[in-house]
């Protein structure tokens, strides 16, 4: 089964505004919801695979004088990335990791569970994206939703924005060809765009 791309601003906005309402409001299932919230708002604006959203370290993160990165080697195809990191995500990591409580060399992982002393899981995130999903709020139920729709979704959004060769780079892909796959362009879709042009 073929996941198909969710929309990737209403995702990301969904899950921001869910974050901060659920340290606001102090709701049950706290720790539980603002772990889904950042994960998938994390997974929204770089576009990683669950597997490494899951794997991610607070070492991976990276200061430059007032700019953050995130730089990891995908799980995948072992190549090293380098993805900048704005300035909300920032301070949602640091949020949750305050609320945690978590002290500085503390529980390196980010998405580790407090509760279980385990990773969190692809089946846990799963059930996670599906039961947002299933709940309408994203206007429509979409079919065939799993965590990689939202890394489609996000090559999508950024394809149609700049181009083929940044999308290239942010999943990682060593070639073009493996992006067009990807994004499932063929002739059609390439002779569309040169009518729009020409």
């Known amino acids: 089964m073929i996941s198909k791309p969710l929309p990737i601003d209403q995702v990301k906005d969904h899950y921001i505004n869910l974050f901060y309402q659920t340290i ?22 770089t576009g990683l695979r669950i597997s490494d959203v899951l794997d991610l370290k607070y070492s991976n993160l990276i200061f430059k004088g007032l700019d953050t990165y995130l730089e990891l080697v995908l799980k995948k195809t072992k190549r090293s990335l ?12 640091q949020d949750y990791k305050e609320w945690c409580g978590l002290e500085i060399g503390e529980n390196e992982k980010i998405f ?22 299933n709940s309408g709020v994203l206007g429509k139920v979409y079919a065939n939703v799993g965590t990689h ?3 489609k ?5 950024l394809y ?5 060769r940044t999308t290239q780079y942010l999943l990682g892909h060593k070639s073009m060809l493996t992006t067009e796959i990807y994004l499932h362009l063929d ?4 002779l569309k765009d040169l009518q729009e042009v020409l």
């Open 82 to 93: 380098v993805l900048p990191v704005d300035k909300l995500l920032l301070k949602m990591i």
């Open 149 to 151: 729709s939202i890394r």
């Open 160 to 164: 149609q924005r700049k181009g083929l």
């Open 24 to 45: 606001d409001n102090k709701v049950g299932y706290q720790y539980e919801r603002l772990t889904e919230c950042l994960l998938f708002t994390l997974q929204c604006k």
């Open 112 to 133: 580790h569970n407090l509760k279980t002393d385990k990773s969190f899981t692809y089946m846990w995130a799963n059930k996670r994206i599906n039961q947002l999903n």
């Open 187 to 190: 002739q059609d879709k390439h």
């Open 153 to 157: 979704g996000l090559a999508e959004h």
